[in-house]
């Protein structure tokens, strides 16, 4: 059985057989963050409140420079005041950031490991996920040294990727027409170089999360081709015995629309406080585009290989049906008069078509119609969010009209 611990330490169970170290799969070797995740388990042992102690340690590396350098150098707020009146303490997209976003990406991506193994751990107690020990270590084995190269690449990317956005941010704000906080007449103040540190983490942390889901989500094709698995056509789950499987893209998608909400914020507070630019605008539609065709891959990735398999039973079982169809019609046809076909006939023939019907309504992907909706309400949220805005917007907007009307 495989469990978070055992992944940890090597001790995994395949077959009731105990595999070393060496043979199990170990995702996050070489992975910076899950060794400080690692690291800050072991300083304060408690692993039910493992996530609050990411949370509390995300918040502080993130939130202390820019309140230090924002409220207590002192060039960073006199030589702002004949420009923007506009503070850090006032930016309510970045302050969601440091305090909702960015330790909720570390969270998810300190604890995918640990998500990956419980789902292992759900579908192989039931039965749906079956591998044999040689199967599993020749798997491992080949995964752990793939991990361990795509860990450290993965981490050089992403530190390229958020120094890639922080450079377009600062492009941006730098402009003396947006007038945003970090930045004077042109010119980067301290917590500018602040925010810059907090944009080159936050967009790190986010990339290596989905760059990892990547990885987990191609290890999990090369896996079901190595096992067998089976489903349970009418399981109380309602998506064959490998609803746990689900939960893997819902998780991925309840980060994207963390990132989402971000991003309304984002659009609102440059209306509100923020002089369009080109850059400004392009910033914010790459930032539209990227979650709109982001959603429905990282919910749907981990899964694919799943539905392979579920297609592949549903296949086998409705060709089954078929065959006894035959079987069952081949004797009928062989005595065709009303007077030698028995109503036993007819009857057994009119149970495999309402058979092969029901197997043919059998789900296809490894969740159920609550998921779906969790994850259409996930991904729709920014979208809603934005329309709201906009509507209370657009009728505060004519509310001073109508009431100058109404006093003609």
């Known amino acids: 059985m495989l469990t978070y611990d055992s992944l940890q330490s090597g001790q995994v169970l395949v077959d009731d057989k105990k595999l070393t170290r060496d043979d199990s799969l170990r995702t996050s070797d070489f992975s910076l963050l899950h060794w400080a995740t690692g690291y800050l388990d072991q300083a304060w042992p408690n692993r039910h409140i493992l996530s609050i102690k990411i949370y509390c340690v995300a918040v502080l590396i993130a939130f202390l420079p820019l309140l230090l350098t924002a409220e207590f150098v002192p060039s960073s707020t006199s030589d702002a005041g004949s420009g923007s009146e506009l503070t850090f303490l006032e930016d309510y997209n970045t302050l969601f950031m440091v305090f909702v976003s960015f330790p909720c990406l570390c969270i998810l991506s300190a604890t995918d490991q ?48 958020g120094v890639a956005i922080a450079y377009f941010n600062v492009r941006t704000y730098i402009d003396p027409k947006v007038e945003f906080w970090i930045a004077y007449n042109g010119r980067l103040l301290p917590v500018g170089y602040a925010y810059i540190y907090f944009i080159v983490l936050f967009y790190a942390v986010g990339s290596l999360y989905f760059l990892r889901n990547l990885a987990i989500s191609l290890f999990l094709v090369e896996m079901v081709s190595f096992a067998k698995v089976h489903i349970l056509p009418f399981h109380p789950d309602k998506a064959g015995g490998l609803k746990p499987v689900g939960r893997l893209g819902l998780r991925n998608q309840y980060a994207l629309t963390l990132l989402g909400l971000n991003l309304v914020l984002l659009v609102a507070y440059a209306h509100e406080k923020l002089q369009r630019t080109d850059l400004l605008v392009g910033l914010i539609g790459a930032a539209c585009l990227a979650y709109i065709v982001l959603g429905p891959i990282v919910f749907a990735a981990p899964l694919l290989p799943f539905r392979r398999a579920m297609l592949c039973n549903k296949a086998e079982l409705m060709q089954n049906v078929a065959a006894r169809i035959d079987v069952a019609l081949a004797a009928v046809c062989a005595h065709l008069t009303p007077e030698t076909i028995s109503k036993e006939e007819f ?41 709201v805005y906009a509507l209370e917007k657009s009728l505060m907007a004519h509310i001073p009209l109508a009431g100058s009307l109404a006093g003609h």
Do not use: H
């Not at 043919?360 to 259409?376: E, G, H, N, V």
């Open 347 to 387: 009857d057994n023939i009119e149970r495999l078509r309402n058979l092969n019907e029901m197997i043919d309504t059998l789900p296809a992907w490894p969740f159920d119609s609550i998921t779906i909706r969790k994850f259409s309400t996930a991904y729709a949220i920014p979208f809603v969010t934005t329309a």
């Open 114 to 161: 640990r998500l990956l193994s419980q789902s292992f751990v759900a579908t192989r107690a039931n039965g749906r996920i079956e591998i044999s020990q040689p199967d599993a270590q020749a798997l491992f084995g080949r995964w752990n040294i793939l991990f361990i190269k795509i860990n450290i690449l993965s981490q050089i990317i992403c530190i390229m990727i």
